[in-house]
């Protein structure tokens, strides 16, 4: 079947840490890749995508890489800061469906 | 330009009790599809909307329902609630289906009790 593993949280960091969540899959085909982010009592929003392998999506400091060979499509941030203190949600579309496959989202905590 | 708009954004109900939940799309966006995210939890597909038909379902219960109406909105409905079904309910809208351009709304906080 589709689906997505992450990291469990809670991850909490200091201001300018390096962050990295941890994101596998598992699919058929040639699946999309996403990383959606939901700030408290919000909806989710788009933070990243990768539609092919090697690809690397990439959005506010945030960076992820699809690697086919390892299913993995670990995401990134140089330098974090408070206001990235949110969910982080990874997602996959396969590529003869329209429906996203979530993992189970990963809290991120930033300290100042 | 008005994202996805959701409606009501909190409601408890009693269990048994059934409910309508609705979203409005984006504007020039004609798919609908609703997501189910429990507490802690991500969001699990409830089924997709385009032309006022069910085009793809989750694994969901035929307690589940929906429409959608020639101005693209949608409603969600659920019948003889169980606790179980306490969850934020999400709307997502894009254009013919296409993932990349997909928004979510902000969800509707629904507690059974």
């Known amino acids: 079947g589709n689906s997505v593993t992450q990291m469990e949280g809670p991850v909490t960091l200091s201001e300018e840490a390096f962050l990295t969540i941890n994101c596998t899959y598992t699919?058929?085909?040639?699946?999309?890749l996403f990383w959606y982010v939901q700030y408290p009592g919000e909806g989710l929003q788009l933070l990243l995508k990768?539609?092919?392998?090697?690809d690397k999506g990439s959005n506010k400091g945030f960076e992820a890489t699809y690697r086919k060979e390892t299913t993995s499509f670990h995401l990134e941030k140089g330098s974090v800061q408070v206001s990235d203190s949110a969910v982080y949600f990874c997602?996959?579309?396969?590529?003869?469906?329209?429906?996203?496959?979530f993992g189970t989202g990963t809290s991120l905590t930033v300290i100042p | 330009d008005a994202g996805v708009t959701q409606s009501p954004t909190h409601l408890i109900k009693t269990r048994g009790q059934q409910v309508t939940l609705r979203c409005s799309p984006k504007?020039?966006?004609?798919?609908v599809s609703w997501y189910q995210q429990a507490l802690g939890q991500g969001p699990q597909f409830i089924f997709q909307?385009?032309?006022?038909?069910?085009?793809q379902r989750g694994n969901f219960p035929d307690r589940f329902s929906g429409h959608q109406f020639p101005n693209y909105s949608s409603e969600l409905n659920v019948n003889a609630l169980l606790l179980g079904d306490s969850a934020l309910y999400l709307c997502?809208?894009?254009?013919?289906?296409?993932?990349?351009?997909?928004?979510f709304g902000s969800g509707t906080r629904l507690t059974v009790v």
């Open positions: 997502a809208s894009s254009l013919g289906g296409r993932l990349n351009g997909y928004t």
């Open positions: 699919a058929t085909g040639y699946p999309s």
């Open positions: 990768a539609t092919k392998a090697d």
């Open positions: 997602a996959l579309v396969r590529d003869t469906g329209n429906q996203f496959y």
């Open positions: 504007s020039g966006h004609d798919t």
């Open positions: 909307y385009y032309e006022e038909e069910e085009r």
